[in-house]
């Protein structure tokens, strides 16, 4: 009789992908996850809207790229698929839009290829990488994307996970050094300079409880404005979640500590 293996244990550390699933009221993590959120998110009260305001930036901003021509789309740092995912705004605009998720999480890639699923006319790949390593991402995106056409590059909550040690934005020029002429960079980062002493403390409770390579750290506007250096940065600017292109109906709510912006490379 065939034994099947037991299940993997669960996990000592909190993941981001699995923390931010449960601020996005989904039900795929695991207990050490469910307490760093909630302990966080009890710590600093904003924790849960900007999660969701920062869904909604994503949205905006893909269906902005759509408008001007772009086709493909690089998102780093998936998270486990929730509504809204980059490949469904951008498909339901242009249907023969290409898009390569990255993630680090095993767990968050099995989610990704079960739920997201492309479109006839479009496609999506998947690619389990870390952030950090810039070559494997984009070689293995290479065999969806054409990388000699303009690409979205989407690190939206993922380069707070790099420490300053290890250079986040040097990985951010080294990814668009590779990409086209009229590529974007879609990114947004939590704030330091908002709420601060909340954020400091989640911060602090998070880290506590995840793995040292997925420690967070909240970053200042004028080190959030870094990341654009040498791009043509669309306006409103660097801006918090809710006042960059917000629909009529959104409410504009600058106390939600993150910082977004989309730019252009010339």
Not at 182 to 196: C, I, K, Q, R
Not at 208 to 222: G, N
Request: with cysteine.
């Amino acid at each position: 009789m065939n034994a099947y293996p037991p299940p993997p244990p669960h996990p000592t550390t909190a993941h981001p992908a699995r923390v931010y699933n449960v601020w996005l009221g989904g039900k795929d993590h695991y207990p050490v996850d469910q307490e760093a959120a909630e302990l966080a998110a009890k710590a600093n009260p904003t924790i849960v809207p900007s999660v969701r305001a920062n869904r909604a930036f994503l949205g905006r901003a893909v269906r902005h790229l759509t408008t001007t021509g772009i086709r493909q789309f690089l998102d780093i740092g998936t998270g486990i698929p929730a509504a809204d995912n980059t490949h469904e705004v951008a498909q339901r605009a242009a249907p023969e839009s290409r898009v390569v998720y990255v993630d680090n999480d095993p767990v968050v890639l099995t989610h990704a290829r079960a739920l997201l699923v492309s479109g006839p006319d479009g496609q999506t790949d998947y690619v389990q990488a870390d952030a950090r390593d810039v070559d494997t991402i984009l070689g293995e995106a290479a065999r969806t994307l054409d990388l000699d056409r303009p690409v979205g590059l989407m690190l939206v909550a993922v380069l707070q996970y790099v420490k300053d040690s290890e250079d986040p934005w040097d990985i951010t020029r080294r990814l668009l050094d590779r990409l086209a002429p009229g590529s974007h960079l879609v990114l947004s980062h939590p704030a330091a300079d908002v709420t601060a002493p909340e954020v400091a403390e989640s911060m602090r409770i998070y880290n506590e409880r995840a793995a040292s390579h997925a420690s967070a750290t909240p970053r200042s506007h004028e080190d959030v404005e870094r990341f654009f250096r040498g791009l043509e940065v669309l306006k409103p600017g660097v801006v918090t979640l809710t006042r960059w292109r917000p629909a009529p109906s959104d409410v504009p709510d600058d106390s939600l500590p993150m910082w977004c912006g989309v730019a252009r490379k010339p």
